[in-house]
């Protein structure tokens, strides 16, 4: 990583910000992909224990020889929140020690704006989340995890297209970004991604948000008008009536 990351010579006399520099990184990358593994930091919030081991017991059944994932399922938000972390603060590390000093540099928008994208929406997505859990009403989410795609793309009625069209702006902006990052030959400057690209990141966030509010909602209940309902009564009254006077 160090002859990839900073093109370093052959010789043992290794720069200590190239080291320094590559350790930070590797730290911050395993750890997170350690807890996200081993904890709960990416994970949804399990609100009705009963409801998750009944929904564990029923993929039982399907899965029949496969045992069942006993954790909760991932978290879109979180993901996205946790991953953007990691990128940003890696190639901030990656740049200060490689390419220049950082204290030299300006503002960078495109980090702001992702930065607090995301972490509104992980904000928001868990005030969601709390409002369902105090109503204690059914989620999803009470269920044990399927994989990592599944959770994170799936609602109540599996693979959900709010979802998806997230997860997809997510991709394509940190393929830019890292792309960018790859074409910086000197400077501490993150790269800027385009006002539209980020426009698109934060519409997809917010109308993931807006479904998200109704992933949980309980099942449309559809009432038989009270007239209907009489009237029915008085016919078949009325039918038994005409039967009674025939028999007779």
């Given at each position: 990583?160090?002859?990839?990351?900073?093109?370093?010579?052959?010789?043992?006399?290794?720069?200590?910000?190239?080291?320094?520099?590559?350790?930070?990184?590797?730290?911050?990358?395993?750890?997170?992909?350690?807890?996200?593994?081993?904890?709960?930091?990416?994970?949804?919030?399990?609100?009705?224990?009963?409801?998750?081991?009944?929904?564990?017991?029923?993929?039982?059944?399907?899965?029949?020889?496969?045992?069942?994932?006993?954790?909760?399922?991932?978290?879109?938000?979180?993901?996205?929140?946790?991953?953007?972390?990691?990128?940003?603060?890696?190639?901030?590390?990656?740049?200060s020690l490689f390419k220049?000093?950082?204290?030299?540099?300006?503002?960078?928008?495109?980090?702001?704006?992702?930065?607090?994208?995301?972490?509104?929406?992980?904000?928001?997505?868990?005030?969601?989340?709390?409002?369902?859990?105090?109503?204690?009403?059914?989620?999803?989410?009470?269920?044990?995890?399927?994989?990592?795609?599944?959770?994170?793309?799936?609602?109540?009625?599996?693979?959900?297209?709010?979802?998806?069209?997230?997860?997809?702006?997510?991709?394509?902006?940190?393929?830019?970004?890292?792309?960018k990052v790859s074409l910086?030959?000197?400077g501490c400057d993150l790269?800027?991604?385009?006002?539209?690209?980020?426009?698109?990141?934060?519409?997809?966030?917010?109308?993931?948000?807006?479904?998200?509010?109704?992933?949980?909602?309980?099942?449309?209940?559809?009432?038989?008008?009270?007239?209907?309902?009489?009237?029915?009564?008085?016919?078949?009254?009325?039918?038994?009536?005409?039967?009674?006077?025939?028999?007779?």
């Open positions: 990583m160090c002859f990839a990351l900073s093109g370093c010579s052959n010789s043992t006399d290794y720069d200590l910000k190239s080291v320094v520099a590559v350790i930070s990184i590797l730290v911050i990358t395993v750890l997170f992909l350690v807890l996200s593994a081993y904890s709960n930091i990416l994970r949804d919030e399990i609100s009705n224990m009963d409801e998750f081991e009944a929904n564990a017991k029923q993929l039982q059944r399907k899965s029949k020889w496969k045992l069942t994932n006993t954790n909760a399922p991932f978290n879109l938000t979180k993901v996205q929140f946790g991953l953007w972390t990691v990128i940003i603060s890696s190639v901030y590390i990656y740049l220049g000093d950082c204290a030299d540099a300006g503002i960078n928008k495109t980090a702001l704006v992702l930065m607090g994208i995301f972490a509104g929406t992980a904000v928001a997505s868990t005030f969601i989340d709390k409002n369902e859990i105090n109503d204690n009403r059914p989620r999803h989410q009470n269920r044990p995890s399927q994989g990592f795609f599944i959770d994170i793309l799936s609602d109540a009625n599996g693979i959900s297209l709010h979802r998806f069209q997230n997860f997809a702006w997510t991709l394509i902006a940190v393929i830019v970004y890292l792309y910086i030959k000197t790269p800027e991604l385009s006002d539209t690209l980020l426009a698109l990141t934060g519409i997809s966030s917010a109308t993931y948000l807006v479904m998200k509010t109704k992933e949980n909602d309980p099942p449309a209940v559809t009432d038989v008008p009270q007239q209907s309902t009489v009237a029915a009564e008085s016919a078949n009254t009325n039918n038994a009536g005409i039967i009674q006077q025939a028999v007779g």
